[in-house]
């Protein structure tokens, strides 16, 4: 059992920068392929990054690559999504999630097992 708890959403300008966090309990976070994922108004959630359990492996959406960087410090049992040169289309409710899975590449909700509660990042045109 994981507990994840996303911080670092705000408001931006569009072009701007932010950096969200994903703190986890437990003392296996090390043990789960860890993403984010983004739920914009009336639209499904959509995968955004994913990273290995050891963080040597990522994952992007194809919308996301070259601006958004996933990491993860196993040490801090944290997980972070640091987003540059953000755009309208990037505002959404942005999720982190924890898989059992050992596959990086996983991009379905159905396949994390574990879930926060949302942080907002709006950003501005």
């Known amino acids: 059992q994981v507990q994840l708890v996303e911080s670092g959403g705000g408001l931006v300008q569009a072009g701007g920068s932010l950096r969200l966090s994903c703190a986890a309990s437990?003392?296996?976070?090390?043990?789960?392929?860890t993403g984010w994922f983004r739920q914009a108004p009336g639209k499904e959630r959509e995968f955004v990054a994913a990273?290995?359990?050891?963080?040597?492996?990522?994952s992007y959406a194809d919308s996301v690559k070259g601006r958004f960087t996933i990491s993860r410090d196993n040490a801090k049992n944290t997980v972070y999504l640091q987003m540059n040169s953000l755009k309208a289309e990037d505002t959404a409710v942005y999720y982190c999630?924890?898989?059992?899975?050992?596959?990086?590449?996983?991009?379905?909700?159905?396949?994390?097992?574990?879930w926060g509660q949302g942080t907002q990042v709006t950003a501005s045109s």
């Open positions: 999630a924890a898989a059992t899975s050992r596959y990086y590449t996983i991009t379905a909700p159905r396949e994390y097992d574990y």
């Open positions: 437990g003392r296996t976070f090390s043990s789960y392929v």
């Open positions: 990273i290995s359990r050891s963080g040597g492996s990522t």
